[in-house]
């Protein structure tokens, strides 16, 4: 499995996540509704393939899993990027020292606030940001930035000083996504010339694409801004069908 090294971070992961959050909020997704050891499993398994970067976030109800999937294993060796939804700067602040006691780590990864949509939200929520940038200069977190909902937002992330990782939605075929395809190119390769690190998510566009999974990787994958990618998987048949093609498709960058 191909790995990168974020520009901003010096974090290393694999270029293909393992999401947990399809059709993921208010506790569940797809990823936890296929019970808890399975998805313990399977995660395992696909560390043992060299998927080491492990997406999750508190509305999926899979930090249990990944934190079960964590044990025996060796830390340093995952990349774990997690997302917190509350806009509080003391929530934040609180929830962080939570997270690290269920992973049994000192450290996060990559924290990201999740489902940004507003597009003022860099003023809006700057108490959230703040929490964020003080666990970064703790050490508690090595990568901070948001997921992004809203093409508005994301025409403002590239002027973020302070923000290291932006996870944004691409596909062909303009499904799921914040707007056209030809409108958010531009953008994230903007962001990613200003030195930010971009992943990819609803690559496959949550399932709605599942018929065409390999164009959907080769079209992800030939776009040079974009670093990794993240895609939600059920089964080892998803899984080795995704690794096969990462692997297919990893000369193509750029």
Known sequence: MQTVILRRTGIKLSRLGFGTGTHGWGGSSEQTRIGHQKL?????LAYSYGVTFWDTAEGYGSHPHIADALKGIDRSSVTILTKIFSRDGNYIREAIPKFLKLFNTDYIDILLMHCITEVDWLKRYTGAIDALKEAKDKGLVRGI???CHDFGALKTVASADW???VLARIN???TNMDAKTSNVMPVLKEIHDAGKDVLAMKVIGQGKLNGDVRKCFKFAMSLPYIDAMTVGMVSEEQLKENIYLVNEFASIKG
């Open 145 to 147: 930035g948001m997921s």
């Open 163 to 165: 923000l290291d990782v």
């Open 40 to 44: 313990v499993d399977l995660l395992k």
């Open 172 to 174: 062909y075929s303009d």
